[in-house]
């Protein structure tokens, strides 16, 4: 099968073609450089050699991470489906994340964090070792101290900007690469409007005061 895998929830956002379960070329920019997603996709589909026609599944990053990137990925799969007979899947970045850190031979009890703002961070544990990854803790909210204590026992802490958040933290991304093996591997398709972001709050929404009026004169 031949996968187009969007991963936009970092600030390293990429696109990976996979043929049957191999990655044949990868794509990849800063969020900060504001790359168009289809110039993205076009340098990775030259690259492989692979039409857009051909493309049988697209595979995107739900996050959690970045709104906006994630968003993006899927509006552009919903499209992408609308025109062309492709079938979609989305898979958690967490879980691709959980994957990279096994790939770099994390071994042991890993923490795979994302940045949640508000002085909390998504969150979850994965027992790690060569034969795969077992999740121990499913993904939360938690305070940085939580986190924190984790560290302090000597686990690991790992994900996009974890050394900005804890001493010895591991810098780790979510690969498009990844996320279209692990794609590759999975049947549990989905329609467009099916496909949703993976955030754990809820969201609010505040109603803004009335106008001033100014007096006259």
């Given at each position: 099968m031949k996968i187009l895998a969007i991963e936009f929830s970092s600030a390293q956002r990429g696109v990976a073609?996979?043929?049957d379960g191999h990655p044949r070329a990868t794509a990849m920019e800063t969020a900060s450089r504001e790359t168009h997603a289809f110039d993205l996709i076009s340098r990775a589909l030259a690259e492989a050699g692979v039409e857009r026609e051909q493309i049988e599944c697209l595979a995107i990053g739900l996050g959690p991470g970045s709104y906006t990137g994630i968003r993006s990925a899927i509006?552009?799969?919903?499209g992408w489906q609308l025109a062309l007979p492709v079938r979609l899947l989305g898979v958690g970045s967490v879980e691709c994340l959980a994957a990279e850190a096994q790939a770099n031979a994390w071994f042991g009890a890993v923490n795979i964090i994302v940045d949640a703002q508000r002085n909390e961070l998504y969150v979850a544990r994965y027992e790690i070792n060569p034969g795969g990854c077992r999740e121990i803790e499913p993904l939360k909210l938690a305070a940085a101290d939580e986190v924190r204590a984790r560290a302090s026992a000597g686990e690991t802490v790992a994900g996009p900007e974890a050394d900005r958040w804890f001493a010895g933290g591991r810098v780790l991304f979510p690969g498009a690469a990844m996320l279209g093996?692990?794609?590759?591997?999975?049947?549990n398709f989905v329609t467009g409007e099916k496909l949703e972001p993976l955030y754990l709050r809820e969201t609010n929404f505040v109603k803004a005061p009335p106008p001033r009026v100014l007096p006259a004169g």
């Open positions: 073609v996979v043929v509006a552009l799969a919903q093996k692990m794609a590759a591997g999975r049947a």
